[in-house]
Each structure stands twice: as C-alpha cells, then as structure tokens.
C-alpha cells in the first residue's frame, strides 16, 4: 500500500486546516485509517483513527477539535482540524493497518508526512 498525504501549511493560531490522504495498491486488505503526528523532540503520537466501518478514536487533546473521515470506496482518509493551536504544530503522518485472513497478519502503512504549523 502506497500512501500520499497533502494539505498541510502555516495557519494562525484558531485557523482550520484540511488534510488528505490517499491510498494505492493492495487497498482491498485496509482495515484501520488514521493520522499521528510528532512534534520536534517528541515522540509519534496518535490524532485519530477511524475504523472500515466508521467507529472513530481520537485523541484527548484533539477532541471537539479534529474530525477524522474516510471514503471507502475513494481509499481516501481526511482530517479536518479547527481551533488550531500552537501545541499542533508538528509532522502529521497518514497511518493505515491492514488486514489479511490467510495467513493472518496485520501490517502498518505510513505516508511520507506533512507539516503542520500554527502561529500564535
């Protein structure tokens, strides 16, 4: 599975930003989506994932904030944040796990990163 993320950039501090990601190939075995992010000195950390079937998972400091959303039939993944603040700023990561029956195995799959950065 190959994965392309876009839309990251500068925006103030309350601003929105959109990011998007789209994945390729064997995308018939994904099972979970998501977004991480790392901040400089820090470790990954998990944004949000969204499940085949829509159950969603997000993060504490993201919640009420990001919306994690997915096409299925697009293989596509977006995370729409709002209320951007300075603490977001970071590297996010487009993830995806997938799944295969036989023989059973589970695989993650990263993107290349986009950068996020808020200014307060």
């Known amino acids: 599975v190959q994965l392309q993320a876009s839309g990251g950039g500068s925006v103030q501090a309350g601003g929105s930003l959109r990011l998007s990601c789209a994945a390729s190939?064997?995308?018939?075995?994904?099972?979970?989506m998501g977004w991480y992010r790392q901040a400089p000195g820090k470790q990954r950390e998990l944004v949000a994932t969204?499940?085949?079937?829509?159950?969603?998972n997000y993060a504490d400091p993201v919640k009420g904030r990001f919306t994690i959303s997915r096409d299925n039939a697009k293989n596509t993944v977006d995370l729409q944040m709002n209320s951007l603040k300075s603490e977001d700023t970071a590297v996010y990561y487009c993830?995806?796990?997938?799944?295969?029956?036989?023989?059973?195995?589970?695989?993650?799959?990263w993107g290349q990163g986009t950068l996020v950065t808020v200014s307060s």
């Open positions: 190939g064997s995308t018939s075995s994904i099972d979970a």
């Open positions: 969204i499940g085949r079937s829509g159950s969603t």
């Open positions: 993830n995806v796990l997938t799944t295969a029956t036989w023989p059973w195995r589970q695989i993650n799959y």
